[in-house]
């Protein structure tokens, strides 16, 4: 498995306040109030939101993705390690 710097299997990420999401057509899109941005996080990106609505382990949202989506294990774990270093690196989300 790919792992950055930053996070870990064990690595605990959640959600950072200050942002207003909403669904458009079965994808999530944002509004950082903070940064004055929207974001287009898509129908995954918005799953993988919402699992870390309250935090949740790396691994953990690895696993759900995997229940939810036909996607092999190497795969997931390195987009959906991409995606939450992406809301990382936005300070979107906080790894705790």
């Given amino acids: 498995m790919i792992m950055s710097q930053n996070i870990s299997l064990n690595s605990v990420i959640s959600q950072r306040p200050g942002n207003i999401v909403s669904d458009m057509d079965g994808e999530k899109v944002m509004l950082s109030i903070n940064k004055g941005k929207y974001y287009n996080l898509g ?20 696993n759900a993705m995997l ?19 992406l809301l990382v690196n936005e300070e979107l989300a906080a790894i705790e």
Wanted: charged residues 35%; aromatic residues 10%; hydrophobic residues 40%.
């Fill in 67 to 85: 229940e939810e989506y036909d996607v092999e294990r190497g795969q997931c774990e390195e987009q959906v390690l991409h995606f939450l270093e």
């Fill in 43 to 62: 129908e995954i990106g918005g799953r993988i939101w919402e699992l870390i609505e309250q935090p949740a382990a790396f691994e953990n949202v690895v």
